[in-house]
């Protein structure tokens, strides 16, 4: 972070205003270490209401200003963190890092009282980053874990060329570390909703977005989105599955003070396959799905798992859908794999009738069916069945002299004495002789 702030920090603190913080969900505050330059009190009329305070570096650095800002946040009923900058090169040193800042911590005795916000690990030291993501992300965990264990909230702080290239932010999310991300924008910030931290996946818990010029220096600045959740770990302890048409219920509960919360799952409401009915080329059919809950969102794919049975041949295939995760049932769905479609080669007109030619298919097929009537649109018509896939020739007898007919062809399989029928060819048209 840049520090050039002035060295009479508890002034500022002072001067913050003593309010119900956690009455809102958004609060804007400072951080601050020894790094300061004499700032006059009369720029600190802002309404700030928290402040990040830096403890220290390395196992025997502690910051010339802690203690100071510490008693200042502490006298004005301040809500503040810490953070201590790291530059652990091996699994120890992080261990020793977090052994550094509880020791500390627990010096500061009844001044404790407004530790209500995270103790933040802060990573940027160049050489840390050489040691590579799976290293950098092992210290992190050692450290946060250490922390939290200790009863107190951990926090990551980085820039977004760190959680992008160092830090394995899975280890974050499996975790729940808080996230405290420093990123200056080139236009205004927008606090409408929290932030998401580069290309990670992950959302700030705290945004560094600027540095505010003020008379004899300059301070950064942070928005905390949900001063209340700072204090709080919360991790799933217990779920009852959602099924269909009945709600299921998460219950997480904090890893440091064992306050719990609940989260509805809505119930499984639509299953229903995206495609009934496909034509077979000889490749297996999986149609995708689309599942949604009480509320009409789609339920994630990671919630379920699809098998296919019978899903290359003519006939009824099946698609079997299986919850899990937030889930629990299982539910079948059919859809139909029908035969190719033939066409007609020819159509030619004979004494009070017709012959017709059209193109074999043997693929998956049983036969031809072809029907023929006076009206285009063939609501009166009549059938004929060629139970011979071999077949490609047909003469059709005994009807009206000198009339029009209209004519069309399709193939069928029959798959356990259920017949599954082709599109139909193209219409075409001819008059009896």
């Known amino acids: 972070m840049k520090r050039f702030l002035s060295t009479f920090i508890a002034v500022i603190l002072m001067l913050l205003p003593a309010t119900n913080v956690f009455a809102a969900d958004y609060h804007y505050g400072y ?8 700032i006059s009190s009369q720029i600190m009329k802002s309404g700030k209401d928290f402040v990040m305070i830096r ?5 025997d650095h502690i ?78 965990k050692i450290f946060c874990d250490k ?22 932010t899975s280890v974050i999310k499996n975790n729940g570390y808080k996230v405290w991300y420093a990123y200056y924008p080139d236009v205004a910030p927008d606090f409408s909703k929290p932030i998401a ?33 700072l204090s709080h770990i919360f991790k799933q302890d217990k779920i009852a599955k959602a099924t269909f048409n009945k709600d299921g219920l998460i219950t997480y509960k904090c890893a440091i003070c064992g306050k719990t919360k609940t989260q509805i799952i809505p119930a499984i409401k639509t299953v229903k396959l995206k495609s009934n009915s496909f034509v077979y080329n000889g490749k297996v059919k999986k149609p995708a ?6 509320k009409a969102s789609q339920i994630s794919a990671s919630n379920y798992s699809l098998t296919y049975s019978n899903n290359k041949n003519v006939g009824t295939a099946t698609a079997t859908i299986t919850f899990k995760g937030n889930y629990s049932g299982k539910k079948n769905l059919t859809f139909k794999i029908v035969p190719k ?37 063939f609501k009166k018509s009549k059938k004929i069945t060629i139970a011979n896939n071999k077949t490609t020739t047909k003469k059709v007898q005994k009807l009206a002299k000198g009339k029009k007919y209209y004519v069309r062809i399709r193939t069928y399989r029959v798959v356990k004495s259920k017949k599954y029928y082709s599109a139909w060819s193209g219409i075409k048209s001819v008059k009896t002789k």
Do not use: C
């Open 31 to 38: 951080d601050v270490s020894e790094h300061n330059e004499v």
């Open 55 to 59: 403890l220290g570096y390395t196992t």
């Open 63 to 140: 910051d010339k200003k802690f203690y100071e800002n510490v008693k200042a946040a502490h006298e004005n009923k301040i809500p503040y963190g810490v953070y201590y900058y790291s530059y652990a090169y091996d699994d120890s040193e992080a261990k020793g890092d977090a052994d550094y800042v509880l020791k500390t911590i627990e010096s500061l005795g009844e001044y404790k009282e407004y530790l209500k916000l995270p103790v933040a690990y802060d990573l940027e030291d160049n050489r840390i980053a050489a040691l590579g993501k799976t290293q950098v992300s092992k210290q992190i």
């Open 147 to 168: 922390i939290m264990n200790a009863g107190y909230v951990p926090m990551v702080y980085a820039n977004t060329n760190w959680f992008n290239n160092y830090i394995d």
């Open 197 to 229: 931290v580069g290309k990670t996946g992950l959302v700030a818990d705290m945004w560094q977005y600027k540095q505010g010029s003020v008379p004899d220096g300059i301070l950064d600045e942070n928005v905390i989105y949900n001063l209340e959740s």
């Open 289 to 294: 799905v689309s599942v949604l809950n009480s």
């Open 341 to 377: 479609a033939t066409t007609i080669k020819s159509i030619t007109a004979i004494q009070k009738g017709f012959n017709l030619k059209w193109s074999k298919v043997t693929a998956q097929t049983s036969g031809y069916q072809i029907e023929y009537s006076l009206n285009r649109d």
